[in-house]
């Protein structure tokens, strides 16, 4: 049975009606259209669809989207202001963190959450941070420049 | 994958959801990295999961001789607090777990009641002689972790149990503790896992991922390992996960003596 709910994301108060069962990528991308958190393994393995939650990087294939009424969700489309890049999207071009892109979201949003806590990080914490997020392409090197690089840049 | 068809509430209070959590097949929810995934497969299907993750449940506190970690803290929250000396296994093992999206939602509450043989706090917890608080309609009541697990994914917790605490009692001065395990690569659970607690005079070690639920070693460790009862599957024979059991519990206690004054 579909209740109404009210998501703030990407800084906007968005009502939608969803069932209580409903996960939050599926309200994301079906009820939202915000298609930038991806389903890889719907297993709660691959990151694909990792999404920031109060700044927290989570997986929103094992959220409840009724979990997370009225706290701050940050999908890829919202976390540069006005059509922008953030400098993680910036660094992950400069230095080929990405391939064929499923991944990159995910990856980008871990990335920020590392970044929030330890702005320089060493490449040991880099890899540690991105246990949770399968990449198939890169063989992640490309992936951890890219952050090292903001992290050095900051 | 899609979860069966539930309905959702959100707890107030901790009496609040106790009378929710008295409807038939009503679940509790904290940080749903356990109950989700086995939503989807639809191995659990409750009726209505109880959402206590806005309780005030959490947060790291000593007093009274021992240390109250609320259920609801999570596993990031847990590997930043500071804990008293003794206790360095607790964050060395919380940092070690799942994944960074899953350290910011999984809770040490939802993870102990979840009885995964393979999980690796509880084998901290019982090599620390941790202990849960309990609330239920009939009142409060304290438990031994050890009388809490039975079996996997068993506990001796009725439905209208919710756990409100989980205390461990602070080390004698000059111990170290301290947590091993060999992961599998892909799922990150262990295939053996060992905790260990050095104090002056005396040593515990518990293991996790070999047996039915995590336990205490009794007497010499090597000889206890050789005598208990170990499971094999297709990721670990039976005597490859023994032979496990002895590195994981060798390098647990020598990083706890070495982290010891005793």
Redesign the interface.
Same mark, same amino acid.
């Given at each position: 049975m579909s209740r109404a709910l009210q998501l703030v994301v990407n800084g906007e108060t968005r009502s939608l009606e969803i069932?209580? !069962? %409903?996960?939050l990528v599926?309200a994301l991308r079906d009820e939202l259209g915000l298609t930038g958190a991806h389903i890889g393994c719907? %297993?709660?393995?691959c990151?694909a669809c %990792?999404v920031l939650?109060d700044g !927290?990087? *989570?997986?929103s294939? %094992? *959220?409840?989207a !009724?979990?997370v009424e009225d706290r701050e969700i940050t999908t890829i489309e919202g976390l540069a202001p006005d059509g922008g890049m953030h400098p993680l999207q910036k660094a992950f071009v400069e230095h080929h963190g990405l391939q064929c892109g499923f991944c990159t979201p995910g990856v980008i949003l871990?990335a920020a959450?590392?970044l929030s806590r330890d702005d320089a990080p060493s490449d040991e914490a880099i890899r540690?941070?991105?246990?949770?997020?399968l990449c198939r392409c890169t063989g992640y090197q490309g992936i951890v420049e890219s952050i090292r690089a903001v992290g050095a840049a900051s | 994958? /899609?979860?069966?068809?539930? $309905?959702?509430a $959100?707890a107030t209070d901790v009496d609040h959801a106790l009378e929710l959590l008295g409807g038939p097949d009503a679940k509790v /929810?904290a940080g749903? +990295?356990s109950l /989700?995934?086995v939503?989807?497969l639809r191995i659990a299907r409750p009726s209505l999961?109880v959402?206590i993750?806005r309780l005030e449940l959490r947060g790291v506190e000593e007093r009274g001789g021992a240390v109250h970690i609320g259920p609801l803290t999570t596993w990031?929250e847990l590997a930043d607090a500071a804990l008293p000396a003794g206790l360095e296994a607790i964050s060395e093992c919380a940092r070690g777990i799942?994944?960074? +999206?899953?350290r910011?939602?999984g809770t040490i509450g939802g993870s102990v009641v979840h009885a995964d043989p393979a999980s690796d706090m509880p084998a901290v917890l019982l090599a620390l002689g941790g202990r849960l608080a309990i609330r239920s309609p009939e009142g409060m009541r304290d438990i031994s972790l050890s009388e809490v697990l039975l079996g996997p994914f068993t506990t001796s917790l009725g439905p209208q149990d919710l756990v409100t605490d989980v205390v461990v009692p602070t080390p004698a001065a000059g111990s170290g503790s301290a947590y091993a395990s060999v992961e599998h690569p892909?799922?990150?659970f262990a295939l053996a896992g060992a905790a260990a607690l050095a104090a002056s005079g005396a040593e515990t070690v518990a293991l996790t991922g070999v047996g039915a639920t995590p336990f205490v070693l009794q007497g010499d460790p090597r000889a206890a390992i050789a005598a208990a009862e170990i499971f094999g599957d297709r990721f670990a024979s039976e005597e490859y996960r023994r032979g496990l059991a002895v590195v994981v519990a060798e390098r647990a206690l020598i990083s706890a003596r070495a982290r010891s004054r005793a």
């Open positions: 069932d209580d !069962r %409903t996960l599926h719907d %297993t709660s393995q990151g %990792t939650l !927290r990087a *989570v997986k294939c %094992t *959220v409840l !009724r979990q871990t959450d590392l540690h941070a991105l246990r949770g997020n | 994958m /899609i979860p069966a068809a539930t $309905r959702y $959100r /929810i749903g +990295q /989700i995934p939503m989807k999961v959402d993750s990031a799942g994944d960074l +999206q899953v910011n939602l892909a799922s990150g």
